[in-house]
């Protein structure tokens, strides 16, 4: 079992840049950051590979960066030019193996908590 713990979400007005934090109980292949708003589905927002595969959905890219620090067992992703649409609850999840695509939920067997991020126009 892998326990993922997330930290760094708030709230920030439009324009504005969060970092969120993830830190794993030990180290896992593949991790993720997926968000789910109100209403909506659970979407996948960034994952990256320990063999440097990553990938950001279409929505996010140019804004978001995800990383991830091997020797802390830490991911990250850095959010700037936030919109009020980025506004949801964010995820950190994880898998031991690749699951055929990064943005997917199915493709992670470990999460976190969630953490909320908040974006006023």
């Known amino acids: 079992q892998v326990q993922l713990v997330e930290s760094g979400g708030g709230s920030v007005q439009a324009g504005g840049s969060l970092r969120l934090s993830c830190t794993a109980s030990?180290?896992?292949?593949?991790m993720g950051w997926l968000r789910q708003a109100p209403g909506k589905e659970r979407e996948g927002v960034a994952g990256?590979?320990?063999?440097?595969?990553?990938n950001h959905a279409d929505a996010v890219k140019g804004r978001f960066t995800i990383s991830r620090d091997n020797t802390k067992n830490t991911l990250y992703l850095q959010m700037n030019s936030l919109k009020p649409e980025d506004t949801a609850m964010y995820y950190c999840?994880?898998?031991?193996?690749?699951?055929?695509?990064?943005?997917?939920?199915?493709?992670?067997?470990?999460w976190g908590q969630g953490i909320q991020v908040t974006v006023s126009s």
């Open positions: 990256i590979c320990g063999s440097g595969l990553l």
């Open positions: 999840a994880a898998s031991h193996s690749y699951g055929g695509a990064l943005l997917a939920p199915g493709g992670y067997r470990f």
């Open positions: 030990t180290w896992v292949y593949c």
